[in-house]
C-alpha cells in the first residue's frame, strides 16, 4: 500500500472526526492567549470575511457536481475553478464555523460562571459540537445566514469594547447593529442580479437571522451574556491582604492536609474579612466593575444585598487588575460576593460562610499575588 492509500486509510476511520475535533478545540485552548490580541483577532475577522464569501458563493452557484471538461472549456480559468471547487464549499464552511464557535467558547469560558451569564456561553458549545454534524445540511441557506449572524454577533460583543476601550450597553448596540449589517449586505450579495433566486427567498432567509440577533440582544438585557472581554482570574477571601511591593500578600488558614488550599471558605464572625480579586481587561478598557456583597442567614432564605463598592480598573496586565474590600463583623451565614460590571453582569463569584464560635486550630499561610 503506497504512503498517500495509508493516510486516506486512516483519515476514513470512524474516529477521526472525534479526533480532529478535540486536536482542534486542545489547541485553541492553548494558543489563544488573551482576548485583545491582534494576531488572533486579525485571524478571527478573515475567517469571517472568508465565510461570508463562501455563503455567497454558495448562493449563487449551489452546490452541484462540477460540470462536464467540455462545459468547462468554455468558461474563464477563475470561473471553471470555482465550477470544480463548489462540492466542497460545505466542507470549508464546517472548517470555518468549527475555527470560529472553537475560539469563542474559549474566550466566553474566561468570562462565564455558573450563573445566568453561561446561557450563551453553553448555546456557543452546543454550536460548536453541532457543527460535527452539519456538513450535509450546510447548503441550506436558512441554516448559513443564521449561523453567520451569530458567528459575526459573538465577534462584534467583545471585539468592539476591546478596540474601543468602552464596554457598555451602546456599544453591545453597536455591535448587534453591525452583526444585522454584515449579515444583509451577504443576503443582497447572494440575490442581487441572481434570476435563479427570488425576492420572497431573500425575505424567508433574512427574518430568521435578524430574529436570532434580537433574541441574543434580549439575552444581554436578561444578563445571559458572558461580560467580555472582562474576565476573573483570581479571587478568595482572606484573613489580611497587604501590598508587598507590586504585589499583594494573601494571609489565609488551612490544616496539614488542605494541600490545594488557597483561600478562606468558612470565617469567624468576631474576625475581619477580605475579599481579594483580580479582573483581567484588555489594554485600552477602563472601566468600573463593582464587587457586590450579599447575604443569607441559611439555605432555606434568598440571598439579600448587603454593600456594593464601586471600583475602576485599567486592563492590561496579564494576571488581572487587583483589588479588595473589607469588612468586619459580619453576621453568621452564608456571604458571597459577585463581581459584578456596570450593567450586572457577574464576572465572577467568591463565596464563604460566617460561623460563630473558636478557632479551628488551622495554621495561618500565605503567599503573593
Not at 143 to 164: E, N, W
Not at 219 to 242: M, R, S
Not at 246 to 253: G, M, V
Request: net charge positive.
Amino acid at each position: 500500500m503506497s504512503p498517500l492509500a495509508k493516510v486516506q486509510s486512516i483519515l476514513s476511520k470512524p474516529y477521526m472526526p472525534a479526533v480532529f475535533f478535540l486536536s482542534g478545540v486542545t489547541y485553541d485552548t492553548l494558543t489563544l492567549t488573551r482576548i485583545d490580541r491582534l494576531q488572533d483577532n486579525l485571524l478571527l475577522l478573515i475567517y469571517l470575511l472568508l465565510l461570508g464569501v463562501l455563503i455567497v458563493l454558495t448562493g449563487r452557484l449551489g452546490i452541484q457536481p462540477s460540470p462536464d471538461r467540455e462545459q468547462l472549456t468554455s468558461l474563464s480559468p477563475f470561473t471553471s475553478w470555482m465550477l470544480r471547487m463548489r462540492p466542497y464549499f460545505p466542507m470549508a464552511v464546517q472548517f470555518l464555523l468549527g475555527g470560529l464557535f472553537s475560539a469563542y467558547a474559549v474566550f466566553y469560558s474566561r468570562s462565564a460562571t455558573l450563573t445566568s451569564t453561561g446561557i450563551f456561553f453553553a448555546l456557543l458549545v452546543v454550536l460548536l459540537v453541532g457543527n460535527e454534524f452539519l456538513r450535509d445540511r450546510l447548503s441550506n441557506l436558512r441554516l448559513l445566514v443564521s449561523l453567520y449572524a451569530v458567528v459575526c454577533f459573538a465577534f462584534f460583543t467583545f471585539f468592539l469594547p476591546v478596540m474601543t476601550g468602552f464596554m457598555n450597553t451602546a456599544i453591545f448596540l453597536v455591535g448587534a447593529g453591525l452583526s444585522v449589517a454584515v449579515t444583509l449586505r451577504v443576503v443582497q450579495l447572494i440575490y442581487r442580479n441572481n434570476p435563479d433566486r427570488s425576492k420572497r427567498e431573500a425575505i424567508g432567509v433574512t427574518v430568521p437571522a435578524f430574529a436570532l440577533i434580537g433574541l441574543l440582544v434580549g439575552f444581554y438585557f436578561l444578563n445571559w451574556i458572558p461580560p467580555v472581554p472582562l474576565a476573573l482570574k483570581f479571587g478568595g477571601i482572606y484573613h489580611e491582604v497587604k501590598k508587598a511591593g507590586d504585589q499583594f500578600e494573601l494571609t489565609f488558614e488551612k490544616k496539614w492536609y488542605q494541600v490545594w488550599k488557597r483561600s478562606d471558605d468558612t470565617f469567624l464572625a468576631n474576625e475581619p474579612i477580605y475579599c481579594f480579586t483580580a479582573v483581567f481587561a484588555p489594554v485600552a478598557l477602563n472601566t468600573t466593575v463593582y464587587p457586590h456583597w450579599y447575604f443569607r442567614p441559611n439555605s432555606s432564605k434568598p440571598f439579600t444585598h448587603a454593600d456594593k463598592i464601586p471600583i475602576k480598573i485599567s486592563g492590561g496586565r496579564e494576571g488581572g487588575y487587583r483589588t479588595y474590600t473589607f469588612k468586619q463583623r459580619l453576621d453568621p451565614g452564608e456571604w458571597r460576593v459577585d463581581v459584578e460590571t456596570e450593567d450586572g453582569r457577574i464576572i465572577g463569584r467568591v463565596s464563604v460562610v460566617v460561623a460563630e464560635g473558636e478557632g479551628t486550630g488551622a495554621t495561618s499561610r500565605s503567599f503573593l499575588y
